[in-house]
């Protein structure tokens, strides 16, 4: 078992399932314990505790919380600390997406794709940001290959995630020298789930706009996180797409 990061804690908001669960598995094989945040997939997130806690018990916990109640998102930090004693990393990866056409957009809709893509992210920031000092930590933020070239139908959420790569950056500032704050933005990796949009024919367009001409899968995604956190100190601001060069062919 790899040893060099045991004892360091990371905090992975939406990491119960599908991308974030490639990352808590991908992180945890390192060394790291973890926190992980889940709004309503409980059943998913006790399985991947238990499941990781086979391999290194006391390694894991999880905890449950609305990241759209900015009021309680300081206490997802303060948990962490009480739990194992520290925070190392905080990995914003927890998203709303679906589409919001012009005409339909309404401000419940605004709230709840800006609010999980960007104002949790920046406040889940601010409270780790003293925690994270202290420690050398670092961020790292989730985005989307389409913040360049925003997806029609789509408005709010690329504008969320868009913000979310400006905060990234402003983040970087900020936080220098002691923390480091990048992006991974992915591409096709997962389809998502049930959104009628992605059926057969628009899945095999998307996949002939990739220039590997394949889908990726979550783990490229955890791959592409664990280096940033942990084989990149001199790397901070930056954004790393994971899109199999799909946003140079659109």
Known sequence: ?????????????????????????????????????????????RSLQAELSLQRPNSVAIIQGD????????????????????LDVLINNASTYYPTEIGEIDESKWQDLVGSNLKAPLFLSQAAAPELRKNLGCIVNITDMHVERPKK?????????????????????????????NAVAPGPVQWPENNPQFDEVYRQRVINQ???????EAEDVAKAVKFL?????????????????????L
Not at 159 to 167: H, I, M, P, Q, W
Not at 229 to 249: C, E, K, M, Y
């Open 67 to 86: 990241l759209l109640n900015i009021a309680s998102l300081p206490n997802l930090i303060s948990e962490t600390i009480s739990h194992f004693g520290r």
């Open 1 to 45: 078992m790899v040893t060099k990061h045991i004892n360091k804690v990371v905090l992975i908001t939406g990491g119960a399932k599908r991308v974030g669960a490639a990352i808590c598995r991908s992180l945890h094989a390192d060394g790291f314990n973890l926190m992980i945040h889940y709004k309503s997939s409980i059943k998913e997130a």
């Open 210 to 216: 990739t220039l590997l001409k394949r889908v990726g």
């Open 153 to 181: 139908g789509y408005i709010v959420y690329s504008v969320a995630k868009a913000g979310l790569v400006t905060l990234t950056k402003s983040l970087a500032h900020e936080l220098s020298p002691e923390v480091r704050v």
């Open 229 to 249: 956190v942990t084989d990149a100190p001199f790397i901070t601001g930056h954004v790393l797409a994971v899109d199999g060069g799909r946003s140079l062919n």
